[in-house]
């Protein structure tokens, strides 16, 4: 399988736990993106990389949230002292192109974080 | 915020059509129009996109208006399988956003 995998599908954690998600793309693909969904809404933009520079961070994205892309291949998402707001499902998706090439995305399963 | 306004849900009868409206009245002339869906527990998954030319593929038609202020998915027989939410999306300076999406019902 080609495809964006991530790693865990699910995760069960305790309230104040730090987590660590990854995200392998799909190779040569030079985008990565994160998003948070909750129950009934759509993908909410985290922060996205071009290689391993990290270009943007939303603003919902609290300091306990980290990314990073060190080889401009995997990336991991680590929250710190994980709250119950942070439950919610976490996709990754991946694009080969720049700014100006129109490309779509390729998502992952997503990682499915209960906070507990 | 998403530069795109959809339906929140529509029905559609098994093996009939399914067209699926959106508004993008902001679009710029360079602007793609993308068309993804999100089965339930699954990523979104793409299915088609355009610029002004109607594109079709295996999986679906999208006709985008003239002015471009709007577009429309077709799904030419839709079955159970379909039964999704579809999000019509423009990039925004290369990230992609998502708004609410339609949720299609197929009916049996």
């Known amino acids: 399988d080609t495809g964006v995998s991530q790693d865990p599908r699910h995760k069960i954690t305790k309230r104040g736990q730090n987590v660590t998600f990854r995200c392998d793309p799909i190779s040569e693909h030079n985008r990565l993106y994160w998003y948070r969904q909750t129950l009934g809404q759509g993908p909410e933009f985290l922060t996205y990389?071009?290689?391993?520079?990290?270009?943007?961070k939303s603003r919902l994205l609290s300091d306990r949230f980290s990314a990073e892309r060190p080889k401009g291949s995997f990336s991991t998402l680590e929250i710190q002292r994980t709250e119950q707001g942070d439950s919610a499902m976490y996709l990754c998706?991946?694009?080969?192109?720049?700014?100006?090439?129109?490309?779509?995305?390729?998502f992952g399963q997503g990682t499915r974080l209960t906070v507990v | 915020d998403a530069k795109t306004t959809q339906p929140p849900s529509m029905d559609c009868a098994e093996g009939r059509a399914a067209n699926l409206p959106c508004n993008h009245s902001t679009i710029s002339g360079n602007e793609y129009v993308y068309w993804y869906r999100q089965i339930h527990s699954q990523g979104p998954q793409y299915i088609i996109h355009?610029?002004?030319n109607n594109e079709t593929n295996e999986m679906a038609s999208l006709i985008i208006t003239e002015d471009r202020k709007s577009s429309t998915l077709i799904l030419p027989h839709a079955t159970l399988r379909d039964t999704a939410v579809y999000y019509c999306?423009?990039?925004?300076?290369?990230?992609?956003?998502f708004g609410k999406g339609t949720r299609l019902h197929i009916l049996p």
């Open positions: 990389f071009q290689n391993e520079a990290q270009l943007e």
């Open positions: 355009g610029l002004k």
């Open positions: 999306i423009v990039y925004r300076d290369d990230k992609i956003i």
């Open positions: 998706a991946s694009r080969r192109g720049s700014w100006a090439d129109n490309t779509e995305a390729f």
